[in-house]
């Protein structure tokens, strides 16, 4: 199984600073990573895949890049409703696996 | 609308069944992919099983494998888990997510529903 380690744990930030996540993986997932946010009592959204690629109606704020097993997660200025948890995701390699996730707190 | 609707969760004692449900509206479920995520109170995300279009290929977690089985009905743009011998860490919002090909090679959760809570408890 690849295990995905994001970091920070935590992040806090005030709105219009840069945010930047790591994730890292256990051995290579290529370029099959994905990124997703969650809000309080909604489910994940798809925000970027095959590491740098946003999705269909993704604010350039966000972005991404990396392969292999490091990836970073960029939110260049951040909104308030950035404020979330994010979490990476591989499609590598069976079983998929999800990083345990960054909660980016308003500081 | 292109949605994505769970139902069926509730209380069941561990050692219990549970089966449920999906259903797509706005979009051909036959033409995708489906899978089941799942998300334990207070924690992250975790993968749950999947399945082909056709139903001929599922694939498992190994923390639910010889419990849980994955099935869909295409006919009715239905998706379904069927849960048994459940466990206090089956309890969880399980979210049914659709599967799609973005870039070659780069298959990616693209729609979620809303999800639905199991909760495992005597």
């Known amino acids: 199984e690849i295990v995905l380690t994001q970091s920070p744990a935590t992040l806090s930030l005030s709105p219009g600073e840069r945010a930047t996540l790591s994730c890292r993986a256990s051995?290579?997932?290529?370029?099959?990573l994905a990124w997703y946010q969650q809000k309080p009592g909604q489910a994940p959204r798809l925000l970027i895949y095959?590491?740098?690629n946003r999705a269909t109606g993704i604010p350039a704020r966000f972005s991404g890049s990396g392969s292999g097993t490091d990836f970073t997660f960029t939110i260049s200025s951040l909104e308030p409703e950035d404020f979330a948890v994010y979490y990476c995701?591989?499609?590598?390699?069976?079983?998929?696996?999800f990083g345990q996730g960054t909660r980016l707190d308003i500081k | 609308e292109v949605q994505l609707v769970e139902s069926g969760g509730g209380l069941v004692q561990p050692g219990g069944s549970l089966r449920v449900s999906c259903a797509a509206s706005?979009?051909?479920?036959?033409?995708?992919?489906m899978n089941w995520v799942r998300q334990a109170p207070g924690k992250g995300l975790e993968w749950v099983a999947n399945?082909?279009?056709?139903?001929?290929?599922?694939h498992y977690v190994d923390s639910v494998k010889g419990r849980f089985t994955i099935s869909r009905d295409n006919a009715k743009n239905s998706l379904f888990l069927q849960m048994n011998s459940l466990r206090a860490e089956d309890t969880a919002v399980y979210y049914c997510?659709?599967?799609?090909?973005?870039?070659?090679?780069?298959?990616?959760?693209?729609?979620w529903g809303r999800g639905t809570l199991v909760t495992v408890s005597s």
């Open positions: 051995r290579s997932v290529a370029s099959y």
């Open positions: 997510a659709r599967d799609d090909q973005l870039a070659p090679g780069g298959w990616y959760f693209d729609l």
């Open positions: 995701l591989q499609r590598s390699d069976w079983p998929i696996t």
């Open positions: 706005g979009f051909a479920l036959s033409t995708y992919w």
């Open positions: 095959d590491a740098s």
């Open positions: 399945i082909k279009p056709d139903g001929s290929e599922k």
